[in-house]
């Protein structure tokens, strides 16, 4: 079975701060791990996604995200928050490259103070 | 590439009526469709998985004479709200997988509003 927490619900950063949006997973088998972000009334956009190649993986818009077996972590960060960040996030895990079945953390809404 | 739209994006219906969400894969063929929902301020949760031609495989606890999924294309996947009441009412949202890769990367839909009266 696999499972994803994200730690925090909400985070708010002053605008050209760094972000750090928290997701710890948990997985039977080698996991593939996403991100994706949600602004109001708007599908799922994939900001970036680790599928056992690099540990740190570059995503859209600035943001990245290092995967931790060790820690069973996959945290977002962004060296500067921009006003457009502000969204709801999702970590995402999905257990191996051929399985098509995700479970979706509880989200993280991320503002950005002016 | 690897755009998925919906329609419609919002749609408001009297209870006890029928609504028809369709999911289309615009640039790309997709075997296998997915349905999810999301209430406010919730995560994403999956209703149901399609594959193209076949029936589709139900979440523990999704009534499937409730919401009627037809995936009779590799480009088009259609979620059937049937006897639509008010805590149906929500955001619905479909993803594809792209067919023969082997990545298991889905492809997400804007979503769809529905509100029954």
């Known amino acids: 079975a696999q499972s994803v927490t994200q730690l925090d619900s909400h985070v708010s950063v002053s605008e050209g701060t760094p972000v750090l949006l928290r997701c710890n997973y948990s997985s039977s088998y080698s996991p593939s791990l996403f991100w994706y972000v949600q602004h109001p009334n708007k599908g799922l956009q994939l900001l970036l996604k680790?599928?056992?190649?690099?540990?740190l993986v570059k995503g859209i818009n600035g943001f990245e995200a290092e995967f931790k077996k060790s820690e069973t972590s996959f945290h977002l960060t962004k060296p500067s928050a921009h006003m457009s960040d502000a969204a709801e996030y999702f970590c995402?895990?999905?257990?191996?490259?051929?399985?098509?079945?995700?479970?979706f953390g509880k989200g993280t809404k991320l503002s950005v103070i002016p | 590439g690897a755009v998925v739209s919906q329609h419609p994006s919002w749609v408001i219906c009297k209870s006890g009526t029928s609504v028809k969400i369709e999911c289309r894969s615009l640039?790309?063929?997709?075997?296998?469709m997915f349905w999810y929902r999301q209430f406010p301020k919730q995560s994403l949760m999956l209703m149901a998985t399609s594959n193209e031609g076949s029936k589709a495989t139900y979440e523990q606890g999704v009534e499937k004479d409730k919401f009627l999924i037809n995936h009779a294309s590799l480009t088009l996947s259609t979620l059937t709200v049937t006897s639509a009441h008010p805590e149906d009412s929500s955001f619905y949202i479909c993803?594809?997988?792209?067919?023969?890769?082997?990545?298991?990367?889905?492809?997400f839909g804007p979503g769809t509003r529905l509100t029954v009266l």
């Open positions: 995402v895990v999905s257990e191996g490259a051929g399985s098509y079945q995700l479970t």
């Open positions: 680790y599928t056992s190649a690099a540990t």
């Open positions: 640039d790309f063929q997709a075997t296998t």
């Open positions: 993803s594809a997988s792209r067919s023969g890769t082997s990545t298991n990367e889905q492809f």
